[in-house]
């Protein structure tokens, strides 16, 4: 059988990796980014430039995305220009942004209509999960056609789980993110005790990290907080995002998140004091301007 071609809109942080990958799997690969400059390494590589969304979507059996807020989602799917409005019956289209769960139902059904078959799949494991082609891979969308779809998800990632219908894949997101939000606090604060009580945090990580307090985030970011790497593979602005959306979604199913509450205060300062920009181990620079010099 041969392999489809499929179309990528977005080369940030995480989708550059995610598609040279699906080169790599052996993929034909158009690409499409409003800055095309951010596509040059890709195009290089061997994928196709396309100058619009509508021509993108033309020219691929399958469309992935992955932008960076709902509206951007909003845009690149909908109108006239759009990938709906120009994707041919049959292909489908994946939006692996994360974003809200109530628009990738509006997208699903709005795709049926035109014989267009819809999955939201964001996904976890940041820049090295990406690089790696180990990302985790959330999906949501119709049981009939995931078989056909899967090899192109395993191009990416390695835990690849259809959790339910369409919007499924990004209430997993969900509750990834609020996990992850709490998380991250308690990381923040481990190192930051570790330190002030003297000792080298990089031996405190090489005991807790194997115990019952081990996490992707401690064993991953930890390192990267007490080397001053703040470098994003994965922006704050992005968690923010996602954990504004979590807490909406919370909200309407009347479940209290104070943690995630908490958490997005705290990015929302550190955001506010010019680190939007930065990974997210970058909230560990904000318990370093509140611990007091000895």
Known sequence: MTKQTIGFIGAGVMGNSMARNLMKAGYELNVFTRTKEKANDLLAEGANWNESVAALSEHSDVIITIVGYPSDV????????????NAKPGSYVIDMTTSSPDLAQEIAGKAAAKDIFAYDAPVSGGDVGARNGKLTIMVGGNQGQFEEILPVFQAMGENIVLQGEA?????????NQIAIASCMLGV??????????????????????????????????????????????FYVKHFIKDMKIAIDSAENMQIPVPGLKLAKQLYEELSEAGGENNGTQALYKYYQMMTPVS
């Open 74 to 85: 909003e845009e690149v799917y909908f109108g006239g220009d759009g990938i709906l409005e």
């Open 188 to 233: 923040c604060e481990a190192i930051t005790y570790a330190e002030k009580a003297g000792l080298d945090p990089k031996k405190v990580l090489s005991s807790i990290q194997f115990g019952a307090a081990g996490s992707w985030s401690l064993s991953n970011l930890g390192p990267r907080m007490i080397d001053g790497n703040f470098d994003p593979g």
């Open 167 to 175: 919007g499924a894949g990004q209430h997993t997101k969900m509750s």
